[in-house]
């Protein structure tokens, strides 16, 4: 069974940083993209970044240049470093297997002004 278990939320005061880990089981997804997505209370869910299975990284004009995506080599964690955090980046985290649908549970992030 493929489960994705995201882990690294919490409150933080704003300009620090968070890294938020998704560990990966039931499978490899080393051929495939991984994303992060957030959904900020009262929101719909949104992209914030994905990384090809080659290892390119793209991110929404919001978080560039303060959220790095990066992996494992084994391709069983996928970690977003997030920088420089502000009230609102607060959200839900979540990170996803677009090509499966497969998701986590989720993370909360609440960034404190």
């Known amino acids: 069974q493929v489960q994705l278990v995201e882990s690294g939320g919490g409150l933080v005061q704003a300009g620090g940083s968070l890294r938020l880990s998704c560990a990966a089981s039931?499978?490899?997804?080393?051929?495939?993209?991984m994303a992060w997505y957030r959904q900020p209370p009262g929101k719909e869910r949104e992209l914030v970044g994905t990384?090809?299975?080659?290892?390119?990284?793209q991110y929404a004009d919001s978080v560039k240049g303060r959220f790095t995506i990066s992996r494992e080599k084994t391709y069983r964690t996928v970690w977003l470093q997030m920088n420089n955090l502000k009230p609102e980046d607060t959200a839900v985290y979540y990170c996803?297997?677009?090509?499966?649908?497969?998701w986590g549970q989720g993370t909360q992030v609440t960034v404190s002004s």
């Open positions: 039931g499978r490899t997804f080393s051929s495939y993209a």
């Open positions: 990384m090809t299975a080659g290892g390119m990284t």
């Open positions: 996803s297997v677009p090509r499966f649908g497969y």
